[in-house]
C-alpha cells in the first residue's frame, strides 16, 4: 500500500518560492506600513483546538540532550529555563497541525536560517503584526502548499520576540530533502531589501547558541538555507547572511 504523502515529501519551501508563489496573492495584501490585513483569519471549516503537544524545547538534564519528547506526555523533568523566552504556539494560533501528514522528529543534528522572503518588507514591530504575519505564512504552507501545518519550527520577530511555530516533536517542511533533524528557524523580514533590527539579530544569536547548546550541535552544523548543497535560493537575503555568519564565527556551543 502507498503510503499518504507528507509535508516534507512536498517540493521545498524555498523562501524565494514563498515569495513568488506560495503566498502569491495573499502577500501583496500588506499594507505599505506593514501592517497585515484581512483574509488572514482561520478557514470556518477548521476545528480550532489548542494542542496538547508539550514541550516545544528540551528539558533541563544531559541525558535529556537530543531526546525529542513524545506529544501529549509531560517530561520527567522541569523545562529547560533556557527556553523560558519562547512564546508558545497557542500565543499566535489555536489551529492544530495535520498529525498525520507529519514525521516525527529524528535526532536533531542540524539547524538552519531563513527568512520569509515576502515582496513587502515587515515594517512594524508589534507583537500584533508579528502572530499576523505568522499566521498568513501558515496559510500559505497549509492551504497552498498542502502541508500539514506551517514548515519552520521557531520564529524571531523585528521586537526579538522568538515564537514557536511546529512543535519540536515533528519533523520540518523547510528545506528539501533535508527536514531530518533540522530545526527550522525563520526571521521575520524581507533581508534582500531590509535589514534585521538588532533586537532581532540579538535574539537570533541567542536563540541559536540556546539551541546549539541544548541538542550539542556544532557551529558548522548551522546553516542558512542557501548553504545546504542544491538549494537554489538567496534566502535568508543578503542583509541577513553576513550577520549568520558574524554569529557562527563567535562560536555557539557553550
Known amino acids: 500500500m502507498t503510503r499518504p504523502r507528507r509535508d516534507e ?21 500588506i499594507f505599505s506600513s506593514g ?24 528539558t533541563v538534564g544531559a541525558a535529556n540532550a ?8 509531560a517530561p520527567a523533568a522541569a523545562v529547560d529555563p533556557r527556553f523560558a ?18 514525521n516525527r522528529m529524528t535526532p536533531i543534528r542540524a539547524v538552519t536560517v531563513h527568512h520569509d522572503g515576502l515582496p513587502s518588507p515587515l515594517a512594524s514591530s508589534r507583537s500584533r503584526d508579528a502572530e499576523d504575519r505568522l499566521r498568513m505564512i501558515r496559510r500559505g504552507h497549509v492551504n497552498h502548499n498542502g502541508w500539514a501545518d506551517i514548515g519552520y519550527h521557531f520564529a524571531v520577530d523585528r521586537a526579538g520576540r522568538v515564537w514557536s511555530c511546529r512543535p519540536l516533536v515533528w519533523q520540518g517542511a523547510h528545506v528539501k530533502d533535508r527536514n531530518e533533524g533540522n530545526i527550522g528557524v525563520l526571521v521575520l ?14 535574539a537570533l544569536a541567542i536563540h541559536l547558541k540556546t539551541l546549539a ?26 542583509n541577513l547572511q553576513p550577520a549568520v555568519n558574524r554569529i557562527r564565527d563567535r562560536g555557539l556551543v557553550a
Not at 66 to 73: A, D, F, N, R
Not at 88 to 97: E, F, V
Not at 189 to 202: D, K
Open 35 to 58: 501592517a497585515l490585513i484581512a483574509g488572514l483569519s482561520a478557514c470556518s471549516t477548521v476545528t480550532r483546538s489548542s494542542s496538547n503537544l508539550r514541550p516545544d524545547w528540551p
Open 213 to 238: 547548546t541544548a541538542y550539542r550541535i556544532p557551529k558548522r552544523k548551522v546553516y542558512t538555507h542557501r548553504e545546504w548543497p542544491g538549494a537554489a535560493t538567496a534566502c535568508p537575503g543578503r
Open 9 to 29: 515529501d512536498q517540493p521545498a519551501a524555498g523562501c524565494d518560492l514563498q515569495r513568488r508563489r506560495v503566498l502569491g496573492g495573499v502577500a501583496r495584501t
Open 85 to 102: 523566552n519562547v512564546a508558545a504556539r497557542t500565543s499566535w494560533t489555536t489551529m492544530l497541525p495535520d498529525y498525520k501528514g507529519m
Open 189 to 202: 523580514g524581507n533581508f534582500e531589501i531590509e535589514r534585521p533590527t538588532s533586537a532581532q539579530l540579538n
Open 66 to 73: 537530543g531526546v525529542i519528547p513524545k506529544p501529549g506526555v
